[in-house]
């Protein structure tokens, strides 16, 4: 199956229609810079996916884009200058092996002629390891110049073993693994979901368990039913003739519930009665009196002290008052002292009067003014203290007397507040017993030891009654017992059944996995001759004349290649090297195709930076492909390149090959040039005699 | 093993017509429907390195007028040369820089043959694809049925149609 059409109108660089019938062998697409060489190869990928690759980068979301985030969509038709004349499409024809050729057009709204279904049941094995889309057909036929390197050599470990993994075609056995894998949850789950139904019901089996055992026990007490029903009627006082057992047993327990409270409320009433009664007690002695009388002697003592306090007070604070009133002379005083000394008599003058006085009855008048203010000052000082000691003292004493006086209030009250007290528990323990007993301590305490021995009756008679009702209880959980252990039983095998079904899927799962792994091994080992073959017949690089490959990792698979001592070629070669090393593993991967039907090999450009000597051997080894049916579609910038392409792509009668050349026209977009047939090479030149 | 008859055998199974000129001259003629030319066998690298250019145009004279003829297919004339001896270092770079000689014909120098492997190593340039790549699903299915071990009811529900319920089942049910 090969190639045989391909008709675009308006798509890329075309505004027009530009046809070309491919022949079986070969055709070399040769043309400068932008005459449509890679537009043809566009078309062919387009027809087939719907898609260009080369345009898309993917965003963190997955989704493929254009740099912009534009739809390539958006750069697929025509968007030079005028309108295109017809409706924008591609049509790519598909010759089949029986010599019918197949349609199939693709526009706007994607393919018009022809079928999804249709066009990937024509391409493609129908095996299981089919590839999921035509992408991957498309992706393992057409390289191109600016992809070579970067799908081979350049591509991540990961992204080449997944590449050779869709390009071999073996998928492994996802759909089966995946199934394998579904099932170890689904039993996980049940397994689960069975263990704790188990546990609940072995809890259910110790609970009942428990219980017999308590019941067993209880019944090993039974004694006389008919004394023990007389026993709880004389202790309840119970007269009318209960309506059944039962009845008897619960207001048993209620008296036994009663009694208990009852004795309790005694013993409570008993000990605060005598801590009430030993306080007054005290309080009735002599030694309590003799100090309250103590306690009242030092408040009249105190009371006295007081009043004379109180009254020190007034007298100090009226003398404290006249000072106060004589003060501003005082003052006045003191300041005529301090004049008359910094002054002096003037001119035998008086500076503070005018009269003429002697020196000496000067001086003396001051020093007598002086000694004056001094003494009045020192009186002053001395009222103040003694006041202020005498205020102090009055508070402190008021505090004293206020403390005694309190003590006695409350030693005089003892007795009527120990007396309330009293009464308080006697209604206390009324209240709780029910009926008005004798108020005093050993009184309550023989109600005390009458109550004790009538809880001790009525609980051993209770407890005989509910031992004698036990019989018929453990019957019913002896059954109830046998039935949840029988299920129990059930659970624990349907249990076992569950944990060893998910443990055989989980195995199941692992083989798989790991037959998967051992399989895609194999497979890329069988890739791997025809991989070193190309890349013998290449010679990328003089020195490393063989190529490896190697795989690793277990979840996820890595395939690396390496030349010499395990070296990476990415990092050792040349641009130009590493180019003819992509050629040869990008073939190897073509070639290996087994799962696809057609038979056809594109490349645009696939010489750039590659030199002379390789261009030759990239020939020789399309021309060794040849020689196997494929079809080979080339497209090169050099004609002298074009020329020994079509001397060496062999044409022959049912193999034919064609020369295309292809132009620009300014505003009109590409168009083909003219389609030279090139014929078949004569067959016998040598004289070989 | 001879490396002439080898080149032969390897040349005429793919297709090509052979031709010994001389039962002594150690070298042959061969030619299809696109390619054509000569292989020579030398004993060392220095022989090669001597007599090539001569052996290159000794036989472009004997086949003068032919290749008049065929004018397109007088450039994809092929000169090879072989020798089972190992090439010393000090004339490696000449021995490689013959064949990026593109005068007259084009040249294939290869040393250290002695295998037939090593020979059709040599003459990938001139024949087709050597390696076949076998990859075979049915085997695949075979080697998983093998391998699991599984009860048949469980085995037809995995690797069938069916559910993972259904294989979850048939494996409780299958102990």
Known sequence: MRLSLLRITGFRGAKGTVELVLPAGFAVICGRNGSGKSTLCDAVEFALTGQLERYLYETDKGDKVTEKGESILDYVWWRGPGLVVGEPEVTLGIMDDDGKEHLFTRGRSGLTRGSEEHLRELVCVATRATPKDLSDVSRTTLFRDEEITRLSVDLPEANRFSFVRSAVGFGGFSPVESTAQEAVALLRNRANRIQGEYEAVRKEVGALTARLSELRSRTSQAGDTSSAELLVKQTLSVTEPPPDDGSLLVRGRQGVAVLRTQTDALVRGIRALEEVERRMAEVRTDTFRQELSKLESSATALAEQLETLSSQGEQLSATLSNYQRTEPLEASRAQLVEHGVRLGLVDGTCPLCGSKVSGESFDSHVEELKRHVQSTSATLSAVTRQYTETLENERRVRRDLEAIQQRIAASSGALDLLAQQRAQVIVEVNQAIGSPQDISVEGLKVTLEQKRLALTTLERAVNMLEASQSYQEITDVERELEAVRQRSDALSKELSRAQAARARAQSTADTIHRLSGELMDEQVAALSPLLTELYLRLRPHVDWQEIRYRMRGDVRRFLSLEVGDGLNPRFLFSSGQRRAMGIAFLLAVHLSRSWCRLKTLVLDDPVQHVDDFRALHLAEVLSAMRRKGEQVICTVEDPALADLLCRRLRSTDSEDGSLVSMNYEPGQGVHVESVRAVPQLPRAVLKLA | ?175
């Open chain 2, 1 to 175: 093993m001879n490396l002439l008859d080898v080149s032969r055998e390897v040349l005429s199974a793919c297709g090509y017509r052979t031709h010994a000129p001389s039962p002594t001259d150690n070298s042959l003629q061969f030619e299809d429907d696109a390619l054509l030319g000569f292989v020579a066998l030398h004993p060392d690298v220095p022989s090669i390195l001597g007599r090539w250019r001569e052996q290159q145009d000794v036989f472009l004279k004997s086949q003068a007028r032919a290749l008049r003829d065929a004018p397109v297919k007088s450039w994809n004339v092929y000169s090879v040369f072989l020798t089972s001896a190992v090439c010393p270092p000090e004339l490696w770079e000449r021995f490689v820089t013959v064949e990026e000689d593109f005068s007259g014909t084009r040249k294939l120098t290869r040393h250290s043959l002695v295998t037939r492997d090593d020979v059709v190593r040599a003459l990938y340039p001139l024949i087709p694809i050597q390696t076949v790549v076998t990859l075979s699903e049915s085997d695949a299915r075979e080697r998983l049925r093998a391998q699991l071990q599984l009860p048949p009811g469980a085995l037809a529900e995995l690797l069938g149609p069916g559910s993972a319920k259904g294989f979850a089942n048939a494996l409780e049910v299958e102990q």
